[in-house]
């Protein structure tokens, strides 16, 4: 069974940085989709980064809320998920989930109905 679980949330002061992972437990498939969800108060949860790969290369895609402000990458054991946010704002603030399943994906970040697997989530507050 596949687990995500997710670190790295906190408090921040607006302009500063975080940097969350997502550790993937389980997962026996070389093709993948693995994507960071943004859900603020009260809004739906919105795709901000996606990376898929077959086993070879690494195919990543920003949304634009986060493009020139974000660093999405993963470790050589492909186990670890890390999104590093730059400039922070009250806009960043909310809770930041991952999520992935197994086929790939290109066309931006795909909806959260496509994915099967999440995490529980990783508060992030930004404080101006």
């Known amino acids: 069974q596949v687990q995500l679980v997710e670190f790295g949330g906190g408090s921040v002061q607006a302009g500063g940085s975080l940097r969350l992972s997502c550790v993937a437990s389980?997962?026996?498939?070389?093709?993948?989709?693995m994507a960071w969800f943004h859900q603020a108060p009260a809004k739906a949860r919105e795709g901000v980064a996606r990376?898929?790969?077959?086993?070879?290369?690494?195919?990543?895609q920003y949304a634009d809320s986060l493009k020139d402000r974000a660093t999405l990458s993963m470790n050589d054991a492909r186990n670890t998920l890390y999104l590093e946010i730059n400039s922070l704002n009250s806009g960043d603030s909310g809770m930041y989930y991952c999520?992935?399943?197994?086929?790939?994906?290109?066309?931006?970040?795909?909806?959260?109905?496509?994915?099967?697997?999440w995490g529980r989530g990783t508060q992030v507050s930004v404080s101006s």
């Open positions: 990376i898929t790969s077959d086993g070879g290369a690494k195919y990543i």
């Open positions: 389980g997962v026996t498939s070389s093709t993948i989709c």
């Open positions: 999520a992935a399943n197994w086929q790939l994906c290109f066309n931006g970040v795909p909806s959260a109905a496509s994915f099967e697997t």
